[in-house]
């Protein structure tokens, strides 16, 4: 399981780096995808990284051109950077991790953010 962290309350158009990290296993050969679930609704898939390199990178409309993904392997870490936030990003996020082709694995412990004046 990937645990998540960094999240808090932010003002609309606040910044904030969610960071996402696994205690027992590598990350380097797992894609890694971020994903949301806001009250109410269903949990969907933000963003997601590709393995290794990551040179592959994927963003939902609602994020493109203000969240950014990106991987540390020496850190094992994977982050999400968020600027210019708006109250509808307001969720718990989550990461997952899946090697090519295979589904994601099991759900670790999320982070709330909320954005709110």
């Known amino acids: 399981q990937l645990q998540a962290f960094g999240g808090g309350l932010v003002q609309p158009g606040g910044t904030l780096t969610l960071s996402c990290a696994a205690s027992a296993s590598t990350l380097t050969d797992y894609g890694i995808g971020w994903f949301r679930q806001a009250p109410g609704k269903e949990r969907e898939a933000v963003s997601c990284?590709?393995?290794?390199?990551?040179?592959?990178?994927n963003y939902i409309d609602s994020v493109k051109g203000r969240f950014t993904i990106s991987r540390d392997n020496m850190k094992n870490t994977v982050y999400l950077q968020m600027n210019s936030l708006k109250p509808e990003d307001t969720a718990v996020y989550y990461c997952?991790?899946?090697?090519?082709?295979?589904?994601?694995?099991?759900w670790g412990q999320g982070t709330q953010l909320t954005v709110s004046s």
């Open positions: 990284i590709s393995a290794t390199s990551g040179s592959r990178t």
């Open positions: 997952n991790s899946a090697l090519t082709g295979r589904a994601w694995g099991s």
